[in-house]
T-cell receptor
């Protein structure tokens, strides 16, 4: 059973069309939720960390929010260079050091 | 430049031939981890290390070994590789387990 579920699996947006990506988790005792961006053939690149419900972080066109059971990555007025796979990862449960990744949302922004 | 390096970047090998993928970080990070990434399955944790001489299993440790004899290095060892270990492997490090991780460029391994 997946501990972290991301939706949708794939998303196509026209340039300027805002949308949100979802990350829901079942891991108990959340210690941190992380968002990463991954370009094809490269390692994931860190975007945000959220630690508690109600927390929000922003960076350029991206804004991450956290509730008790899910997180959203909002993309405002996206550009083609925002095309990538966005990964959510959760740290929690009984074992320190374990990190659970979702399968990612592949975002394509076309001009 | 702060970075995580992996070698080799690409490797094609045959079943049963022992291999080691090296991982090194220059950020004095305590925590290091190995992942494999497969289409449709996402990133799965293989092993992680909270500090020197402290390692533990992740989701998919079978067929892999690790060691952490010094802070900067965390090699991944496949004693007898099999075709189901064909994958893209990433090493990562962070200040400690609760902070964001920095990933290496990946090692694409093919076992025939």
């Amino acid at each position: 059973e997946d501990q972290v579920t991301q939706s949708p699996e794939a998303l196509r947006l026209q340039e300027g069309e805002s949308s949100s990506l979802n990350c829901s988790y079942t891991v108990s005792g959340l210690r941190g939720l992380f968002w990463y961006r991954q370009d094809p053939g490269k390692g994931p690149e860190f975007l945000f960390t959220l630690y508690s419900a109600g927390e929000e972080k922003e960076k350029e066109r991206l804004k991450a929010t956290l509730t008790k059971k899910e997180s959203f990555l909002h993309i405002t007025a996206p550009k083609p260079e925002d095309s990538a796979t966005y990964l959510c990862a959760v740290q929690g449960g009984s074992t320190l050091g374990r990190l659970y990744f979702g399968r990612g949302t592949q975002l394509t922004v076309w001009p | 430049e702060a970075q995580v390096t992996q070698n080799p970047r690409y490797l094609i090998t045959v079943t049963g031939k022992k291999l080691t993928v090296t991982c090194s970080q220059n950020m004095n990070h305590e925590y290091m981890s190995w992942y494999r990434q497969d289409p449709g399955l996402g990133l799965r944790q293989i092993y992680y290390s909270m500090n020197v001489e402290v390692t533990d299993k992740g989701d998919v440790p079978e067929g892999y070994k690790v060691s952490r004899k010094e802070k900067r290095n965390f090699p991944l060892i496949l004693e007898s590789p099999s075709p189901n270990q064909t994958s893209l492997y990433f090493c990562a490090s962070s200040r400690d387990h609760s902070y964001e991780q920095y990933f290496g460029p990946g090692t694409r391994l093919t076992v025939t």
